[in-house]
């Protein structure tokens, strides 16, 4: 049986310069200090890393990428790597991104290659799927989901499996102000977990957990939280102001759940 702690985590995209994320972080972790009941991380631009880790040493919020590319070292021009990404305090990363798929080229198999670098570097990935406005009125969404969280968990074991998260994000969600509704996100989210267990057991399938991302807010993390798949969210235009992330992060404790 799962019992999954809530994970609310913060993809601040391109936004905010070192020392604007510094003072988000700080005030995050004023607001957020007696807050035990939910996970938090947050995933700043690869410029304010270093400065946000310093900040939230210590506190219960972690740290994440914001994507890293699968080779360890080498001539890779602006690339930044596993090692480099936990050397800079990062436990978690934010892998294959419907914004990297769209506009840098990311595909199953790169977002599989970074999911193995991450795991061997000794993060925990955070792998997003979620299908386009197009592929759901096609009546596409669970085979669009079906091929990103085979392709992106290809060749990974239970082990593997144990450190990762994944996201639920239908792109038509992101930035737009339309959340699926939380019967819509528990129908997809459920699916993955289904397809989790099929292919590595029911008790990686519980104990994994699953996050909502598409504009989610304060107003609306409560009725998400209650559905039985759906354990946290990753939130962007939100987590870029320290009192919306923090009330999400405070209405995701969500009611006693039996998840025997
Ligand atoms: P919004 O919360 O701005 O819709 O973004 C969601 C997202 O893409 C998080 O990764």
């Known amino acids: 049986m799962g019992n999954r702690r809530p994970l609310i985590a913060g993809n601040w995209k391109m936004f905010k310069t070192a020392p604007e994320a510094a003072d988000l972080a ?5 607001l957020l200090h007696d807050l035990t009941d939910v996970d938090v991380m947050v995933a700043p631009a690869f410029t304010a890393l270093g400065v946000v880790a310093d900040i939230v040493k210590g506190s219960a919020i972690h740290l994440g990428g914001q994507d890293l590319f699968w080779e ?41 290659r970074k999911m193995k670098a991450a795991l061997a570097g000794g993060l925990m990935p955070v792998l997003c799927v979620g299908e386009s406005e197009g592929e759901r009125e096609a009546g596409q969404t669970f085979p669009v989901v079906k091929g990103q969280l085979e392709g992106g968990l290809n060749g990974l074991d239970a082990e593997g499996l144990e450190q990762a998260t994944v996201a639920y994000e239908p792109v ?17 989210h459920q699916f993955i ?9 029911e008790g990686i399938a519980n104990a994994l957990r699953i996050l909502y991302g598409g504009s989610v807010k304060s107003a ?19 987590s870029l102001d ?19």
């Open 26 to 30: 700080s005030r995050l972790k004023s």
């Open 72 to 112: 360890r070292e080498g001539a890779y021009t602006g690339q930044v790597s596993a090692p480099m990404l936990k050397a800079a305090g990062c436990s978690h990363v934010i892998i294959g991104h419907s914004e990297r798929r769209q506009y840098f080229g990311e595909t199953n198999a790169t977002a599989n």
């Open 172 to 188: 038509w969600a992101i930035g737009t102000g339309k959340t699926a509704t939380r019967e819509q996100a528990q129908e997809v």
């Open 193 to 201: 977990r289904g397809r989790i267990k099929e292919s590595f057991g």
């Open 220 to 238: 609306n993390i409560a009725e998400l939280i209650a559905m039985d798949d759906i354990d946290g969210a990753l939130v962007g235009g939100a």
């Open 242 to 260: 320290a009192e919306s992330f923090a009330a999400i992060a405070r209405n995701a404790v969500r009611p006693v759940k039996d998840h025997s």
